[in-house]
DNA sequence: TTGCTGTAGTTAGAAGCTATAACGCACCAT
DNA sequence: ATGGTGCGTTATAGCTTCTAACTACAGCAA
């Protein structure tokens, strides 16, 4: 045997974390983040008030494990589609269905940044990793297109892609998907297309199909 | 005289309410709206605790007429650029300012949504006439483009623009300017290009010139 | 088996918040 | 002058986060 595996304690430290995020799971789709409540939290979990923080330090403490448990769920998501031979309006699609499933959960990554807070390093790391995939789903045809004046901007800013070697041109269309999906999607979500009947999916598809190279008929 | 004009009493209560929630807006700007707090603005206004209550029924009503001068304030912003004669490009970059200016304050309408509320009426029908204004900007050109999938349904679910006479592919070029916009603006207060270094008003130039009909070359 | 140590839980309490209640005072109109 | 209305006060209830002090138990080692 090379390792001697998490210890009881450990196992059961981990159970309780694992508790402890899902009722407050249960209390951000209910009432949102600001409402929810340790001190509630820890009655449904069935111990009282301080001890939860033997599991977290705090309600900030809390709230990042969330982020990057949502974080690391749409990572997943994304990438098992991607794996699965979706394409972008795929993609896109998968990553709306995962939004919708729990709109607090997205919102809990891409919504109203509280000014003081900065993400932790490893979740920057996974959404670069999104950002991966997303080059690559977009880096398929081979586009001899007209280069934008902010395709020759992007050539010299692109550190963020890593080192990836697609064109600018794809780090564009990266780009632009990330922004118009989140665009259509975040208004879905917060209810502003609510006294418009329209159905935003049928939006988002022409917003993602308008991104392949040449396809603007 | 036509009429009396307000009361001393009122226009001290106007001036009152006023102070209350500029200070409101110091407090939201700098750390966001979970952090308003009615006490440390009755503090700073000279007042003690409960007398705000007479000002404002609870934190819920103040927050509300912040988002409504927040709706006004952009309504009046994106008319003015309009009768200005500034063209599609020019309102995004006139919004993008405008929030800029006040990040919180945008996301005081565009960000996340708190599960119970309901905007009040009057605001929904003051993003109506943004959204009119929108529309008429949109309608420059005589497009006889194609005529896209979500171009007919748009022809089926048009209430949402009261009864104005554009043509679908215009209000669907409408929707995608306040999508493509947001997504990109929402994005970039939020942060989340932090690492990247490109610049995203280009980006927003691209996603909005890429809107007018034939122009992607 | 005995004994030590660290962890998990407890209650008490400080400091903050929203919000209500009860009261005093000033102004305004009748 | 006098009653009513509105603005301010303090006191208080009930909630929150979070710390401090203490107890009891689980697990490991000699």
Same mark, same amino acid.
């Given at each position: 045997?090379?390792?001697?595996?998490?210890?009881?304690?450990?196992?059961?430290?981990?159970?309780?974390?694992?508790?402890?995020?899902?009722?407050?799971?249960?209390?951000?789709?209910?009432?949102?983040?600001?409402?929810?409540?340790?001190?509630?939290? %820890?009655?449904?979990?069935?111990?009282?008030?301080? %001890? +939860?923080?033997?599991?977290?330090?705090?309600?900030?403490?809390?709230?990042?494990?969330?982020?990057?448990?949502?974080?690391?769920?749409?990572?997943?998501?994304?990438?098992?589609?991607? @794996?699965?031979?979706?394409?972008?309006?795929?993609?896109?699609?998968?990553?709306?269905?995962?939004?919708?499933?729990?709109?607090?959960?997205?919102?809990?990554?891409?919504?109203?940044?509280?000014?003081?807070?900065?993400?932790?390093?490893?979740?920057?790391?996974?959404?670069?990793?999104?950002?991966?995939? +997303?080059?690559?789903?977009?880096?398929?045809?081979?586009?001899?297109?007209?280069?934008?004046?902010?395709?020759?901007?992007?050539?010299?800013?692109?550190?963020?892609?890593?080192?990836?070697?697609?064109?600018?041109?794809?780090?564009?269309?990266?780009?632009?998907?990330?922004?118009?999906?989140?665009?259509?999607?975040?208004? @879905?979500?917060?209810?502003?297309?609510?006294?418009?009947?329209?159905?935003?999916?049928?939006?988002?598809?022409? @917003?993602?199909?308008?991104?392949?190279?040449?396809?603007?008929?």
């Amino acid at each position: 045997m090379v390792d001697a595996g998490p210890s009881s304690r450990e196992r059961y430290r981990a159970q309780v974390r694992a508790e402890i995020k899902q009722h407050a799971w249960a209390q951000i789709a209910e009432a949102g983040v600001p409402a929810l409540s340790l001190n509630a939290i %820890a009655k449904k979990v069935g111990m009282s008030g301080p %001890a +939860l923080y033997r599991y977290f330090a705090n309600r900030d403490e809390l709230i990042t494990a969330l982020i990057r448990d949502a974080y690391r769920s749409v990572a997943d998501t994304v990438r098992a589609a991607h @794996e699965g031979g979706a394409d972008l309006a795929g993609l896109a699609h998968v990553i709306r269905d995962w939004a919708r499933e729990d709109p607090q959960r997205y919102f809990l990554i891409y919504g109203t940044p509280v000014p003081g807070y900065h993400a932790p390093d490893d979740t920057t790391a996974i959404s670069h990793e999104v950002m991966a995939v +997303l080059i690559e789903a977009c880096g398929v045809p081979a586009t001899g297109g007209p280069v934008t004046p902010f395709d020759t901007h992007l050539d010299d800013h692109r550190e963020w892609a890593g080192d990836h070697p697609a064109p600018a041109a794809v780090l564009h269309r990266a780009l632009s998907f990330w922004t118009r999906l989140h665009g259509a999607l975040s208004l @879905e979500l917060a209810g502003h297309f609510a006294g418009m009947r329209f159905d935003p999916g049928l939006l988002i598809d022409e @917003e993602i199909t308008g991104l392949a190279p040449g396809s603007d008929g």
